[in-house]
């Protein structure tokens, strides 16, 4: 991916003006919305939903009189309308600052969903979902979970104040997408469900002798939540190896529990959701108790595993190893100190410098010392 200086390189080499370089590479238009005055930006934002709006428009009224008066266009365009919102709102919450990126969740979503048809639809805007909420989750957990070398970064969020207020902007806290994203995805199948427009089909998917789309729709939810709190545990993991300090606790009577220890009781709780979905398709105890006890018993391996880390690769801690360690870096410092001194002592004679530097790197060392007595 070639940088700006690399373009402007290129701009230089093949004496090409700036202006026709921003239209190769599609910044003519911005460039042009950008310098004109509010009534044009205006204008032009005008008919930029114009157009929007009535590509959605036509497309509907088509599957509405080729297809029988099927909804199946309305619903479509509906559908495309509620991702395009999630989308500004990652945007707006700087959740996705790549162009490239959101043109090509853009394009996916509209072509998942049209890929399902009339009959399974609803499983393209499943994947789509699926998609978005993981987006959103990595977001959430680099936010709320940050290294020691991130900490001054990611401090203060400036973006989340609203000036003059100074109040919380729900709508750039990824938490909140995260919630609205999947509330609205529930409200949506139960919209479909009690009206069941006509040409709107909710079929089963065909796996087997068929899942209903009701499961389908809370497996999605329940991968995509799976998806948060394991990438969550997996840095609360890495950030206990990197001794990373919380600036956030969790009280339980009156007693303050690491954010670590939460998110494994909830990554246990969301395996204990996984086994009681597996088992109805094996039918089998086994499933049940590796689901119950595996965890478990990873989780008190990966919190030995931090112990041994922290503990200089010991299990147990071994105190008067320690205490040979201290004296052994105390006796070396105090060499360092005696070194130190006769050092001292022989620079401060009248050939010492060169004595110690070297005749040449000794003039050096003068100029520097006289340099700096003059400065005080």
Not at 170 to 179: D, H, K, N, Q
Request: proline share 2%; hydrophobic share 50%; with cysteine.
């Amino acid at each position: 991916m070639p940088s700006v200086h690399d373009i402007f390189d290129m701009i230089s080499i093949g004496r090409v003006s700036e202006k026709k370089m921003m239209n190769a590479f599609g910044r003519g238009f911005q460039r042009i919305a950008m310098d004109n005055s509010a009534a044009v930006k205006m204008l032009i934002n005008g008919s930029l939903f114009a157009v929007y709006a009535g590509v959605l428009f036509v497309y509907s009224w088509m599957v509405y009189k080729l297809d029988d008066g099927s909804k199946l266009g309305l619903v479509s365009s509906l559908a495309v309308v509620i991702n395009d919102i999630y989308m500004y709102m990652m945007y707006n919450a700087r959740i996705i600052s790549r162009i490239s990126l959101l043109g090509l969740i853009i394009f996916c979503s509209r072509l998942f969903i049209m890929l399902g048809g009339g009959d399974y639809w609803i499983y393209g805007y499943l994947v789509i979902f699926v998609w978005l909420e993981c987006i959103i989750a990595l977001g959430v957990v680099e936010k709320r979970l940050p290294y020691n070398s991130e900490m001054n970064v990611n401090q203060i969020d400036s973006g989340l104040l609203v000036k003059k207020t100074k109040f919380l902007d729900l709508a750039r806290v990824p938490e909140f997408i995260f919630c609205i994203i999947v509330i609205s995805l529930v409200i949506s199948i139960v919209i479909a469900t009690s009206f069941e427009p006509k040409g709107v089909y909710l079929k089963d998917l065909p796996i087997g002798d068929g899942v209903e789309y009701g499961a389908v729709t809370a497996v999605a939810i329940l991968i995509v939540v799976s998806f948060l709190f394991f990438f969550a545990w997996i840095r609360a993991f890495n950030r206990k190896l990197d001794s990373t300090v919380s600036t956030t606790y969790i009280y339980l009577c009156s007693k303050k529990v690491d954010s670590y220890y939460i998110f494994c009781i909830i990554s246990y709780i969301l395996c204990i959701f996984w086994t009681l979905g597996a088992y109805p398709f094996f039918d089998h105890k086994n499933v049940l108790v590796s689901g119950f006890c595996v965890p478990a018993i990873l989780f008190c391996f990966f919190n030995v595993f931090i112990v041994y880390i922290k503990n200089n690769f010991y299990f147990i801690e071994n105190v008067d190893a320690i205490n040979r360690s201290v004296v052994a870096h105390n006796k070396r410092v105090d060499a360092l100190k005696t070194k130190a001194r006769k050092l001292r002592n022989i620079i401060l004679e009248e050939d010492g410098i060169d004595t110690v530097f070297g005749e040449e790197n000794g003039r050096l060392v003068k100029k520097v010392m006289d340099m700096e007595v003059t400065r005080r």
